[in-house]
């Protein structure tokens, strides 16, 4: 999940500066909010229909760019970072490789970059350290590697459990391999487990659907994400929806689907913490999502990635080989930089954390958006226990429709 979050009108974008420093007053303020790490790994063995990623399989790379000097590439990155932030951030509690296929190079060359972010940043006692993989990647011993190279949780790619649905998804995993995989990660000591599932896709039916949430919860993950299919513009799918080729999502159809996962999987003792997560317990949520959407502070690595410190946003340039090139030059692979205003930086805080099962501090609000929350308890999309309480909490409606919650607090505010 290449840590990205929207670019609003109320910030200040400027070229970055060719050794990526940061302003004083934003390192100082740094210590003050958890630190967390991405990595981005940007390849993948084929690509995805519906995939709008910063991703290339070898076909689409060309000369210059290899699997195998991606994780040297990467640790310049990382001394850069050490560098700029020379000591301003606490030690790192979150690390997330996602891509892309992280999986798909050596488990010693992430357990490479790993090692250095711990040598040049160090790391929190409960450091969390996922990566994703796709399941046909892993196997026991590489299992085993990626747990002696440090990493304590594993997010695996099922999207569905129905053949057909995977083909128009173009997921080249046999069905029942996610499955599999899972009990290959408890064998190998991971902690914590998610599968990811979409919904939503063409041709796809209730029952389809079901099926895909029935066999997740049997392989028995203590954490699941189910995301609706967004048909994204550039992408295979979307010329194939524009020619008429295969369906559009349905919004009614998108919402009986979600209410769908969120009943099966409370009935198998799963909460949801966030709009399109769900944990059998608090040690299972991933605490780096959490870290991006509480506001905290990330650098992502890669090409493609984007950071936040302090209010200082920036993204680096997308293509692999320009990365690299940049980084051995000595230079920041970074492409743009914005500064967030307050106000920019509320309308983030309330676009997440209404997402979230926590909730959002009412007092976060002016009077005047205040004012439209008992319109919206009215209406059963927010929980009048929780606003009684002084917190903004979704009820399951509420959460079918979390971006017009959203705009009706920012509109009146």
Not at 62 to 73: E, L, M, Q
Not at 86 to 103: C, K, L
Not at 261 to 270: S, V
Not at 371 to 393: C, E, F, K, N
């Amino acid at each position: 999940m290449p840590s990205a979050l929207p670019r609003t009108e109320m910030s200040q974008s400027h070229p970055p500066p060719p050794d990526g420093r940061l302003p004083h007053a934003t390192r100082q303020q740094a210590s003050g909010a958890p630190f967390g790490v991405y990595v981005h790994v940007p390849f993948c063995s084929t690509r995805c229909g519906y995939c709008d990623f910063n991703t290339y399989t070898a076909e689409e790379l060309g000369p210059g760019v290899s699997r195998g000097s991606y994780a040297d590439t990467v640790l310049h990155e990382v001394r850069l970072a050490a560098e700029v932030l020379d000591g301003a951030v606490p030690p790192v509690s979150t690390i997330f490789f996602g891509g892309g296929t992280p999986t798909l190079l050596p488990a010693e060359h992430l357990g490479l970059i790993i090692r250095e972010i711990r040598e040049r940043f160090a790391f929190a006692d409960d450091v969390e350290i996922t990566t994703e993989a796709n399941p046909e990647t892993v196997a026991p011993g590489y299992l085993n590697a990626l747990r002696e190279a440090g990493f304590t949780r594993i997010s695996l790619g099922m999207q569905s459990a129905v053949p057909r649905v995977l083909a128009v998804l173009d997921r080249t995993h046999r069905p029942g391999r996610p499955e599999q995989a899972v009990a290959e990660a408890r064998a190998a000591g991971f902690a914590h487990i998610n599968l990811d599932l979409i919904y939503g896709s063409p041709h796809e039916t209730d029952a389809d659907w079901q099926a895909s949430l029935d066999a997740a919860v049997a392989a028995g993950p203590d954490h699941v994400s189910a995301y609706a299919l967004v048909v994204e513009q550039g992408t295979a799918l979307a010329r194939q929806v524009a020619q008429g080729v295969v369906p559009a999502p349905d919004d009614d159809v998108l919402a009986d689907r979600y209410v769908m996962a969120d009943e099966t999987l409370q009935a198998a003792g799963y909460a949801w913490y966030e709009v399109s997560n769900w944990a059998t317990s608090d040690a299972a949520r991933c605490r780096h999502n959490e870290l991006y959407w509480s506001d905290a502070n990330w650098w992502g690595f890669g090409p493609g990635a984007h950071s936040h410190v302090s209010g200082v946003r920036w993204w680096n340039v997308k293509h692999p080989v320009r990365y690299a090139a940049l980084l051995d030059a000595g230079a920041s692979p970074a492409a743009g930089r914005e500064t967030l205003d307050d106000d920019a930086r509320l309308t983030e805080r309330v676009m997440l954390a209404v997402r979230m099962r926590a909730g959002l501090v009412v007092d976060t609000l002016s009077p005047s958006a205040r004012q439209v929350l008992p319109q919206l308890v009215r209406w059963g999309l927010l929980d009048p226990a929780a606003v009684d309480a002084g917190r903004i909490v979704l009820t399951q409606r509420g959460r079918l429709m979390a971006d017009a919650v959203v705009r009706e607090l920012l509109v009146a505010s």
